[in-house]
Nanobody, 124 residues
């Protein structure tokens, strides 16, 4: 079973950057797809970006394309979400998620393991 712990959220101003981290532990996570989702108050959880831990297959939501980038550090077993040019509409709780499959999915129901979430707030 994979375990996920996010960190790095905070309050930033519009146009600034922030990097979220997700510490990955457990067994066989090389066989997983890793993704980031977010949930704003009163809204459903939405897909942000996902990729195979072993590499390839990256999919990115249109709303963040060109601004958000997913990456991995194999030595540290960490997943990152680099967020540039943040906007107030990016304000949400951000979740790291894992899916035991090599097929990259974009719906939250297809992910089995979730972190506890980290809050990102972007002021105008």
């Amino acid at each position: 079973q994979v375990q996920l712990v996010e960190s790095g959220g905070g309050l930033v101003q519009s146009g600034e950057s922030l990097r979220l981290s997700c510490q990955v532990s457990g067994r066989a996570f090389s066989e997983h797809v890793m993704g980031w989702f977010r949930q704003a108050p009163g809204k459903e959880r939405e897909f942000v970006v996902a990729t195979r831990w072993a590499g390839g297959g990256t999919q990115t939501a249109d709303s963040v394309k060109g601004r958000f980038t997913i990456s991995r550090d194999f030595v540290k077993s960490q997943l990152y979400l680099e967020m540039d040019n943040l906007k107030p509409e990016d304000t949400a709780v951000y979740y790291c998620a894992a899916r035991r499959s090599l097929v990259v999915a974009t719906t939250s129901a297809e992910y089995e393991v979730w972190g506890q979430g980290t809050q990102v707030a972007v002021s105008p």
